[in-house]
C-alpha cells in the first residue's frame, strides 16, 4: 500500500509562486514512480509533471520550465515547484505513484488514470 497526502496548495496572483508537497508513504515499496496531475471544474484530468524511480523527468508542454518536480527520498516526499503562475493553472492538484506501472515519464505523463494510488488533491487558485 502507498499512501499519498498532499499540502501546499493555495490562492496567489498570477506571476507568483507556490511549492506543492505530496508526503509519501509505503511500508511495501521503494522504488515508485510519481507524479503530479490536475483537474480543472469542467475539463479531464491532465499530467504535469513525473518522475520516476531514477530520477528521469517528463513536463506537460504548458507548464515546462515554469514547474519543476523533485523528490526528497530521505524524506520521502515529492514537491512540484511552480513559478510565473497563471490563471489556466488554476486546478485541484493531485499527486500519483504506482511500483509497476511500465511506462516512461512521458508515456506516464498521458496516463492519467493508470496510476494506482492518489492523493486526495489540493486546490491552486491563480488569480488574475
Known amino acids: 500500500v502507498v499512501t499519498l497526502v498532499e499540502s501546499g496548495g493555495n490562492s496567489v496572483e498570477a506571476g507568483g509562486s507556490l511549492t506543492l508537497s505530496c508526503s509519501v508513504s509505503?511500508?511495501?515499496?521503494?522504488?515508485?514512480?510519481m507524479g503530479w496531475f490536475r483537474q480543472a471544474p469542467g475539463k479531464l484530468r491532465e499530467g504535469v509533471a513525473v518522475?520516476?524511480?531514477?530520477?528521469?523527468?517528463a513536463y506537460a508542454e504548458s507548464v515546462k520550465d515554469r514547474f519543476t518536480i523533485s523528490k526528497d527520498t530521505v524524506k520521502n516526499i515529492l514537491y512540484l515547484q511552480m513559478y510565473n503562475l497563471k490563471p489556466e493553472d488554476t486546478a485541484m492538484y493531485y499527486c500519483?505513484?504506482?511500483?509497476?506501472?511500465?511506462?516512461?515519464?512521458?508515456?506516464?505523463?498521458?496516463?492519467?488514470?493508470?496510476?494506482?494510488?492518489w492523493g486526495q488533491g489540493t486546490q491552486v487558485t491563480v488569480s488574475s
Open positions: 518522475i520516476d524511480a531514477d530520477g528521469s523527468v
Open positions: 509505503s511500508n511495501t515499496y521503494t522504488r515508485l514512480i
Open positions: 500519483a505513484a504506482d511500483p509497476f506501472l511500465a511506462l516512461t515519464p512521458s508515456q506516464a505523463l498521458n496516463s492519467r488514470g493508470d496510476f494506482g494510488y
